[in-house]
């Protein structure tokens, strides 16, 4: 393990964020608000950091990174964009303290949506652009976007790579990782243009259709408007939203497929049929479950319970009713949604539709085992073998995941937060999805939870994006030996 080299190209990533900061400054000159020197000032430190950075280690500069190298420069490079992506929100007096100010950037980066945010519409739109370009960035992710546009990345890429795009096994759609990486930011990018278009159509301006798209296809949700999506009382918003979370949940590869002229290589993609056709089970349940009880018209109990199913699924968060108001069958609908997540390679969270489908496989062949003790069975995906070890790994994530769970959850109770608030919590930012129930619910924020409480989210929301494995391992004694 090469600390040197590995905080190297950690500086190279810091320079790259500072750079980025130069968007929401463009909003903030053309705006004339107070977010002008904040924002200039935090490019100042996140520059001069990742210049100071490497400058200090640049003889320690080396062209292929191992596999643990690479997972340690995308723990620290994620942390790092958390760290000084906070920068403009503290200088700019948004919040009153630096941990508020952490807790909103990590938000941001891993896609949560989780807010501390009170007063949105209080707060200069340089300040509301940067708080959204953060999903946008973290969507895709900032190491794959580093691939794409710094050459030098480019050699031992994989590794960085493989650590952060989500999934047990991501798709290598170009034989060169840097041009795998381009592709998908390609496709990232056109969606987001596609919504952002749509969005004016329906009288958004142009800062709110490039907030709310990057809140979508990053399946993040911060929103400008303290109501999120429901301040619009729009139908066409509503459904252009819906319609590009659901893209947004989709494995990107999937996209490019489309996109080269292959438009059934979606229904031959068995996640994507697993997906889709559970998204449709539960909206049609839930649907079902408010008709009569909430909404007195059929459309309305459509409308209204398939963009909430399709918000919790792809873990964007975005909120056009008080889920909480609903009936027990539905919110423990949302529930199970928190942990099932969208697909892998998707911007989306939770644990992936793969993981859950490969786990069903493997428990239905150990019950026909039992059944047929002397049968050599193998489990498939697409009819394609899958391997042991990729097995192992899902069912070790599987149980790291329930099991933080079950410890953060016992933890925030320990911090004096109760139950429902505790289990919503940490299923909402370990699943990098935003709201949940009770004081963390949709009508709510995670302003009023305590700070160690809200520094354990923190962990959380950087767990989730980062799959478990890419953190936890750096807890590892022998990570750190030679």
């Avoid at 400008?224 to 590009?244: E, N, Q």
Wanted: net charge positive; proline share 4%; hydrophobic share 50%.
């Amino acid at each position: 393990m090469r600390l040197r080299s590995t905080l190297y190209m950690v500086g190279i990533l810091i320079i790259f964020l500072g750079l980025t900061m130069i968007w929401p400054l463009m909003f903030g000159l053309f705006y004339q608000d107070r977010s002008v020197w904040p924002l200039l000032r935090s490019m100042g430190i996140t520059l001069g950091s990742g210049a100071l950075l490497t400058v200090l280690f640049k003889k320690w500069k080396v062209n292929i990174i191992s596999h643990r190298e690479g997972m340690a420069i995308v723990a620290l490079g994620w942390a790092a964009a958390g760290f000084f992506g906070a920068f403009p929100f503290y200088l700019s007096n948004t919040f009153d303290t630096f941990g508020d100010a952490l807790f909103e950037s990590v938000s941001g980066f891993t896609t949560t949506g989780a807010s501390v945010l009170s007063n949105i519409e209080d707060v200069p739109r340089g300040i509301l652009f940067w708080r959204s370009l953060t999903h946008w960035l973290g969507g895709m992710g900032i190491i794959v976007l580093s691939l794409a546009v710094l050459p030098f990345l480019g050699v031992g890429g994989m590794q960085l790579y493989k650590a952060e795009v989500p999934g047990p096994t991501p798709d290598k759609l170009k034989p060169r990782i840097k041009d795998t990486a381009a592709v998908l930011w390609k496709v990232y990018l056109l969606l987001s243009v596609s919504e952002m278009v749509l969005l004016m159509f329906g009288g958004m301006d142009l800062f709110e259709a490039l907030c709310h798209t990057f809140g979508t296809m990053a399946t993040g949700g911060f929103s400008t408007r303290s109501g999120s999506i429901a301040d619009y009382k729009s139908g066409y918003v509503d459904t252009v939203i819906m319609i590009f979370m659901f893209l947004a949940g989709i494995n990107f590869a999937l996209h490019y497929q489309c996109l080269k002229g292959k438009p059934f290589a979606l229904w031959r993609d068995p996640e994507f049929r697993f997906f889709s056709g559970t998204l449709i089970l539960f909206i049609l349940l839930v649907t079902l479950n408010i008709y009569g009880s909430v909404y007195s018209r059929f459309l309305d109990a459509l409308h209204f319970g398939a963009f909430q199913l399709v918000s919790i699924i792809t873990t964007t968060g975005y909120v056009t009713a008080d889920y909480e108001k609903w009936p027990s069958l539905a919110q423990n609908i949302l529930v199970l949604c928190m942990f099932l997540g969208a697909s892998t390679g998707s911007t989306g969270g939770g644990m992936k539709c793969m993981r859950l489908m490969l786990l069903l496989k493997h428990s239905y062949r150990e019950l026909f085992r039992l059944i047929h003790p002397h049968a050599v069975t193998q489990i498939k995906l697409g009819g394609r073998p899958v391997q042991h070890d990729v097995m192992e790994s899902i069912w070790g994530f599987f149980i790291l995941y329930l099991g933080l769970f079950i410890l953060s959850s016992f933890l925030l109770v320990a911090m004096g937060v109760d139950g429902v608030t505790s289990f919503a919590a940490v299923a909402a930012t370990i699943g990098n999805i935003g709201p949940g129930l009770g004081m963390v619910g949709p009508m709510e924020n995670y302003a009023l939870l305590p700070v160690a409480a809200k520094w354990l989210l923190i962990f959380c929301m950087l767990l989730g994006r980062l799959e478990i494995y890419t953190v936890i391992i750096l807890l590892v004694p022998e990570f750190w030996r030679k």
